[in-house]
């Protein structure tokens, strides 16, 4: 597999003029020229070197120059994951029954596919140019967590073997470990776990004095303040290493009320906002988390994105949803045959009662947070431009679905707020040798002019055509290897590997206003899967104070935005979301005028 390609520096110095100075004031353009300038005459060739160096390295390993350094950073941000770097995706199981029955089934396939994986019996996967898909990864399908540590967190993955595997079932704030391989490493029945599902709910349990995996919705130091504490009791640190072992966790509830009428689209939409943000709902250290309400089709995972991102468990559930089930014989199990279940909850006694409230108090503070992200979904019919009967459609014009509904973005910040600020697009690069993603920047010169003009309805198609130029080299950039964004994060990890020369030059363009702007939050995070199956959507929480997390997608006639803002930015969030419709019906206007 190809490494993850290094671009020439002057290349990424040059583009990254190209793609930040759009957001810069003349001054702010200047001076961050200049820093360019002296940046590229001796230090960036240095920093250069000692990243092709390094990546040399480190392909011996089989990873990226980018592997580690992206995962330093991930590890680095202590927040509640939930309101920062996690993410959650909805997605589109083929079996529409409801209850246990459909949650044994897709657990028995989820199942199958980490023990396929430790087997070595699934053949990497390929991306529609026929490249294969790095599953480095994957490795998380062992069983992996994040470990919250007081002096800096690291990866945990248990080891390699398919005997006897349990997993984390959470059930109305309790801790259920539910083995699903036998002692031959075989699978349990969709039967058998359904019944053990079954147990679960019809056992009477007390009241926990909070949700088993609400800590982890506190942030690194906290949870690893609290771990510490309650570890010191030997029936918490076995609660605690069951879960840390566990393949995955799995969240099952009763949300939607069958004895009564429903909006089924507003309930989707509030368990949406309550499964990605609220506390309780999942360990969020832990990269695989599945959330099924038991009563409508919903069902997601919520993933620490640390050591994985949607693409990449896109490809997982394409894999997994393809599984046949496997049922038992018609012989009758013995008792000892079934899976077992042990319930693991927090212990709490006089001896850390003060622990305790204190979690309590700490678990409502964040769930104030949590509850502020709002979320709001809206569509658009696009089916105008992919008509074949109609002939107004400017066929010389090259459309881009993704083009499209970011440029209805960059309309609806000019509509809204009367300016574009920064946004990033995630472009997936899992061709690469152990790849993840790249950084596109979508609001080029070419994409602000269209919107402006739009805005006052002058735009021509001469000017929509040079913003899907502009976008496509954008994404080539991106898919290539050969972007700035990736590239500049790797450069500036160099300057303290190697030696103590001075690197002023360097230091003056890593704090040069354009790089700041670079580097200091998005005004707009936004993911896209494309179409929506298996992924139907992609949530998670702007990644900026006063900005907006926004998951688009597309079906055969429709594009969805599903936008997301936190306590500043939900003010706005109906007006960004019916510019996004004006935005889009503009350009179909344009392009079939």
């Not at 092709?52 to 995962?71: C, R």
């Not at 994986?117 to 990864?137: A, F, K, L, V």
């Not at 306590?567 to 996004?580: F, G, H, V």
Request: with cysteine; hydrophobic share 40%.
């Amino acid at each position: 597999m190809q490494p993850l390609p290094i671009p020439p520096v002057t290349q990424t110095l040059q583009r990254f003029i190209e793609g930040i100075s759009p957001l810069l004031s003349e001054t702010e353009r200047e001076q961050t020229k200049a820093a360019v300038a002296d940046f590229a005459i001796n230090d960036a060739l240095v920093l250069q070197q000692r990243l092709m160096d390094y990546a040399d390295e480190q392909a011996k390993s089989g990873q990226s120059w980018l592997t580690k350094i992206k995962l330093a950073e991930y590890l680095q941000d202590r927040r509640p994951l939930a309101l920062s770097n996690n993410a959650s995706l909805q997605l589109d199981y083929p079996d529409k029954s409801i209850g246990t029955a459909r949650a044994a089934s897709f657990i028995q396939r989820m199942v199958h596919t980490h023990i396929d994986y430790m087997n070595g019996d699934i053949t990497p996967p390929t991306d529609p140019r026929g490249q294969p898909i790095s599953t480095y990864n994957w490795r998380i399908l062992t069983g992996a967590v994040r470990e919250p540590q007081p002096e800096g967190d690291y990866y945990y993955y248990a080891a390699n073997h398919v005997a006897s595997r349990h997993i984390s079932v959470l059930w109305q704030g309790h801790h259920i470990a539910l083995q699903v391989t036998d002692v031959q490493g075989n699978v349990y029945s969709v039967r058998s776990l359904a019944k053990a599902l079954d147990s679960i709910i019809n056992s009477d349990y007390d009241q926990p004095a909070f949700a088993f995996s609400a800590i982890s919705a506190l942030g690194s130091d906290k949870a690893a303040h609290y771990l510490d504490l309650l570890s010191k009791a030997p029936a918490n640190r076995r609660a605690y290493d069951a879960l840390r072992n566990s393949l995955f966790t799995f969240s099952m509830y009763h949300f939607t009320d069958l004895s009564k009428e429903t909006d089924i689209e507003q309930a989707e939409t509030e368990q949406i906002q309550q499964q990605t943000f609220m506390p309780g709902n999942a360990w969020q250290f832990k990269p695989i988390n599945y959330q099924m309400d038991l009563q409508s089709d919903f069902l997601a995972i919520h993933f620490e994105h640390s050591e994985i991102d949607g693409a990449a468990l896109n490809h997982l559930f394409t894999y997994a949803f393809a599984l046949k089930l496997q049922e038992d014989s018609n012989e009758e199990k013995k008792e000892s045959d079934l899976p077992s279940l042990q319930q693991l909850d927090w212990v709490s006694n006089e001896d850390n009662e003060a622990t305790v409230a204190s979690i309590v108090q700490d678990i409502a503070a964040v769930s104030i947070q949590a509850k502020q992200i709002a979320v709001q979904r809206c569509t658009v019919d696009y089916s105008a431009i992919t008509d074949k009967k109609s002939s107004n459609k400017n066929s010389s014009i090259k459309v881009s679905h993704d083009a499209m509904m970011q440029f209805a973005l960059i309309y609806a910040q000019l509509k809204v707020f009367d300016k574009v600020r920064h946004t990033y697009e995630a472009v997936d690069t899992s061709h690469f040798m152990a790849g993840r993603t790249e950084g596109l920047r979508p609001n080029s010169h070419e994409a602000i002019a269209l919107c402006q003009a739009l805005l006052t309805d002058s735009a021509t198609q001469e000017q929509l055509a040079s913003a899907f130029t502009a976008h496509k080299q954008r994404v080539i950039a991106c898919k290539t290897g050969q972007a700035f964004d990736r590239h500049l994060t790797g450069l500036k990890a160099m300057m303290h590997k190697d030696g103590q020369q001075s690197m002023a030059d360097a230091a003056a363009f890593f704090a040069s206003l354009g790089y700041q702007k670079l580097t200091g939050g998005d005004f707009l995070s936004t993911s896209s899967m494309g179409v929506r199956y298996p992924v139907k959507r992609i949530l998670f929480a702007p990644t900026y104070v006063g900005g907006f997390g926004v998951n688009y997608s597309l079906s055969d006639t429709e594009y969805e935005f599903v936008l997301f803002a936190d306590s500043e930015s939900r003010p706005y969030l109906d007006d960004m979301a019916q510019a996004c419709v004006a935005g889009v019906n503009k350009i179909i206007a344009l392009l079939t005028k």
